[in-house]
């Protein structure tokens, strides 16, 4: 006969499991969310320590101790502003030029970090990252980390006190008021108290530009100077003569400029102490329409390439010379396609229907005299390169020389996705043996 007599929990023994749950969720939570808040304490403090101890090493330069020179020499001893956050809710690190220390705060702005430490609010240095919520009561200095284009939150952040605000490199498109004084950046708006080591851009290709045009209308020569994101040469463009001159001067890009060559012509660039800043992707790439183009030379010098999330991308352009030089790259470092240099060829499939091609088609790239603060890698071979190129053929390629390198930057990424046929695939010595060309 079956047994239907089946005992289960009673609501009274239900009660007193949620009970007994409860007591000791009330006495467990506040105990792990204590150790949680004094780890994240512990984190920010040595984060302290570290970027104290290596203004230390920045002092010895002499280098003047402003805020964008402190922010680049941490970022090229491997803190990115992405690891510069508190990880204390409601904390925040604070600089001051007088001690040429960093400190940590609470959020009620006293010293948390070094202890019994004696600043004055209105000294310190702080983020602002175009959000009202940035601000710090009693801290009137800030400096950018990232493009300030919202009016509102500007206003409202800097509607009352006298303030100094340090782009860091950064563009401001706002216009601003009597109590700011911008320094440090790039500026489109107007109505500041001051702007002290700024550049004014205009953000119209039309002003600030030269044209130059042929007999048959097509132009020769284009210079820009101080223009906000000016353009490049887009595919299918028969408008530009062969060996057209472009010439890029003071400029300042958020947008990502590209170059594609048109069969039978040549393009020589020119890009002249302009900025590259907080770019998703490429920040130039030269990239072909197809092949049998005629040589073109593309020179980068005293250029500046801030917060971007990639350098230059160099898609086989046939006879071709890329100089980068006396330029900064301080990249974003979350992932490993974020490098300096990427080469590629302009079509993958190119090695399986003939083995014999020469991908890299005479370029030359010659990587001289630049600062790499952050990077992923300097250069990186792209895994759409198939063919079995050897050393003796990037040495035609690269030259590498006089560079400087931030601690953290690898010289060539490797993100172990090459092809079977290409040398580098899985193969440490020629790794190496190409590292040892980028000097």
Not at 61 to 85: C, H, P, Q, W
Not at 217 to 233: A, E, H, R, S, W
Not at 273 to 288: D, K
């Amino acid at each position: 006969m079956k047994n239907t007599n089946k005992k289960g929990f009673t609501i009274v023994e239900l009660v007193i499991v949620i009970a007994v749950i409860a007591i000791l969720a009330a006495v467990l939570i506040p105990t792990f969310a204590g150790l949680v808040a004094k780890a994240n304490l512990s984190a920010d403090k040595q984060m302290i320590r570290n970027m104290n101890t290596n203004l230390a090493m920045y002092e010895a330069t002499g280098e003047d101790k402003d805020i964008s020179g402190v922010m680049a020499y941490l970022r090229s001893n491997g803190f990115s502003y992405e690891k510069m956050v508190p990880y204390s809710k409601g904390d925040h690190y604070c600089y001051s030029k007088e001690s040429n220390q960093f400190y940590l705060l609470d959020n009620k702005n006293a010293v948390v970090y070094p202890e019994n430490a004696d600043v004055t609010l209105d000294k310190l240095w702080t983020v602002y990252n175009d959000h009202a919520t940035s601000m710090v009561e009693g801290i009137t200095h800030y400096y950018a980390v990232d493009t300030i284009d919202s009016q509102v939150e500007f206003d409202s952040a800097f509607a009352n006190g006298t303030y100094t605000l340090d782009l860091n490199k950064n563009l401001c498109t706002v216009n601003g008021n009597a109590n700011v004084t911008v320094t440090n950046g790039t500026i489109i708006g107007t109505g500041f108290a001051g702007s002290e080591g700024a550049t004014t851009v205009s953000a119209s290709n039309t002003t600030n530009t030269v044209e130059e045009k042929d007999d048959a209308g097509k132009f020769t020569k284009i210079t820009y100077t101080n223009v906000l994101n000016p353009v490049g040469i887009g595919q299918g463009s028969n408008s530009y003569a062969d060996g057209v001159v472009l010439e890029y001067v003071n400029c300042v890009f958020t947008n990502y400029i590209a170059f594609s060559q048109v069969r039978g012509n040549a393009a020589n660039i020119t890009f002249t102490n302009c900025t590259f800043v907080n770019i998703g992707g490429f920040a130039i790439i030269l990239q072909p329409e197809n092949e049998g183009v005629n040589a073109s030379t593309v020179t980068i010098d005293g250029c500046e390439f801030i917060n971007c999330e990639r350098g230059i991308h160099v898609s086989d352009w046939e006879n071709t010379t890329v100089n980068i030089t006396n330029s900064t790259f301080a990249l974003k470092t979350g992932s490993s396609a974020y490098n300096c240099v990427q080469i590629s060829n302009y079509d993958s499939g190119d090695y399986e229907s003939d083995p014999d091609i020469d991908e890299l088609a005479g370029l030359k790239i010659n990587f001289t005299n630049n600062n790499v603060a952050s990077a992923n890698g300097v250069v990186y071979f792209h895994d759409g390169m198939t063919g079995p190129q050897n050393i003796d053929t990037f040495k035609g390629v690269l030259n590498f020389s006089g560079n400087t390198y931030g601690k953290n930057v690898v010289k060539v990424a490797d993100r172990n996705e090459y092809k079977s046929g290409h040398f580098l695939y899985n193969n440490a010595e020629a790794m190496a043996a190409l590292a040892e060309l980028v000097k």
